[in-house]
């Protein structure tokens, strides 16, 4: 089993960046691949970007390709999420997620989750 905690959000300007970070428990956790979601008030959660088990393959959304930049340390049991250029509508809950399968888009295959950091960007 793996548990996760994410940290990092915060309120920050237009323009600015932030990292997040999802710290694992476990003694598995290079065998997860990570994903990160989001999801706004009244809005379903989504895909924002992954990584396979290596760090090797990563994923992302359109709207964050060059922008954000997903990472891992597997010594550290950590995955971490540098957001840059950061825009109004990227304002959410950023969750993190593993599971043994890699490139996984869609919150319903991911089997463990986090409780979610807070990002809020202002104009």
């Known amino acids: 089993q793996v548990q996760l905690v994410e940290s990092g959000g915060g309120l920050v300007q237009a323009g600015g960046s932030l990292r997040l970070s999802c710290a694992a428990s476990g003694r598995t956790f290079s065998s997860y691949a990570i994903g990160w979601f989001r999801q706004a008030p009244g809005k379903e959660r989504e895909f924002v970007a992954a990584i396979s088990w290596t760090g090797k393959s990563t994923y992302y959304t359109d709207s964050v390709k060059g922008r954000f930049t997903i990472s891992r340390d597997n010594a550290k049991n950590t995955v971490y999420l540098q957001m840059n250029s950061l825009k109004p509508e990227d304002t959410a809950v950023y969750y993190c997620?593993?599971?043994?399968?890699?490139?996984?888009?869609?919150?319903?295959?991911?089997?463990?989750w986090g409780q979610g950091t807070q990002v809020t960007v202002s104009s």
């Open positions: 997620a593993a599971d043994r399968r890699a490139g996984r888009r869609t919150a319903d295959e991911y089997e463990y």
